[in-house]
């Protein structure tokens, strides 16, 4: 079982930075994959950026060159840095941790609350 808690979300102007955290109950060591997904209204739930246990990145179109995924084991979270934000960028941002647990055939996946990203003059 893992909780997650997502924070950071608010409303800022175009060409603006925010940063997301996303605090996990238990180690994120143990975790295989943590990303960052988003939804806006009438949209599909979308992957944003994953991050592994050991570091390695993935992001999408959308935020490549713009977005970064970092994490502190040692505060067992997870960061979305977010650069020259665009309108078409808000939506609720969602963390999400994908575990693959031996001997099942599909993973586990968790999913926090959410937190709102709105970008508008």
């Known amino acids: 079982q893992v909780q997650l808690v997502e924070s950071g979300g608010g409303l800022v102007q175009p060409g603006g930075s925010l940063r997301l955290s996303c605090a996990a109950s238990?180690?994120?060591?143990?975790?295989?994959?943590m990303g960052w997904y988003r939804q806006a209204p009438g949209n599909k739930r979308e992957l944003v950026a994953a991050i592994t246990s050991y570091g390695g990145t993935s992001y999408a179109d959308s935020g490549k060159g713009r977005f970064t995924i970092s994490r502190d084991n040692a505060k067992n979270t997870v960061y979305l840095q977010m650069n020259s934000l665009k309108p078409e960028d808000t939506a609720v941002y969602y963390c999400n941790a994908r575990v693959i647990v031996p001997g099942k055939p599909s993973t586990d996946d968790y999913w926090g609350q959410g937190t709102q990203v709105t970008v508008s003059s």
């Open positions: 238990r180690s994120i060591f143990g975790i295989n994959v």
